[in-house]
């Protein structure tokens, strides 16, 4: 079975003197992992494109109980976020992030096309870390199926004003419920709707002032990690460094 895709590397591992395992988001087949023999050496033609944050196109094939990449052919390095230990780590957790939530042998362009689209926007400083992040982290929410109800209060329906979000039921409640959560503002409740509910082109296209931007974030982080019952050191690592 020979599979040709575009993928972008989310960890390399050394394996032998000169071989590499490298975990691939690819677009047609969800998270890969697959050898990559003699990779590690500077003459071969798969050493750039088999590294860490590097997307391009690779063919991969089954062999007996593995998998195996023959060739490929990098499209994009990255080089912007590797000169910046901050940007760095926060791409680092993207990466951590998907190869934990992406399925195996199953589509996951919509998970690749964030990906990318938020290391180029870290890349370029064109938003935030913190804003970046949490929309990574609320739009892959979406796509693992944990997408909260922000719809109206879970209590009486109420669809304006400040609400406390439960982080563990992933619903909003008003201040009349009587119910505790996070306390958000109509301004941050708004961000969260719209990524939410729009299409990867467009949920990128809103801003936050600083304060409201930080909440954003931070409940962000909260409802990812109450959801995935996980731990990812990627993300304590990115945190321990700002």
Known sequence: MRM???????????????????????SEYGVLRAFA????????????????????DFSVYKSRDSYIIDDAVAKEVFFGLRSDIE???LAQYFC??????????????????????SMHLLEKQRRSNDFLKAVTELKFMVFSGFMPDLTACSHCGETEGEMFFNIEDGCIYCRNSGRSGERINPTVLAAMRHVCASP????YSFSLPTQDEK???????????????RR?????????LI
């Open 37 to 56: 023999n003699r990779a590690k050496k500077i003459n071969s033609k798969m050493h750039g494109a088999t590294q860490s944050l590097c997307y391009g």
């Open 200 to 203: 990867i082109e467009k949920m």
């Open 232 to 240: 990812f050191k990627a993300l304590e690592f990115y945190k321990s």
């Open 96 to 117: 951590a992030l998907a190869a934990e939530l992406v399925p195996e042998m199953e589509p996951a362009r919509d998970y690749l096309r964030v990906t990318l689209n």
């Open 4 to 26: 040709t895709t575009d993928a972008l590397v989310l960890k390399v591992t050394d394996t032998g003197e000169s071989d590499r395992l490298v975990t691939l988001l690819t």
């Open 215 to 229: 909440r954003f974030a931070s409940v962000c982080e909260k409802f990812m990690l109450s959801q995935t019952r």
């Open 87 to 89: 940007k760095l780590a």
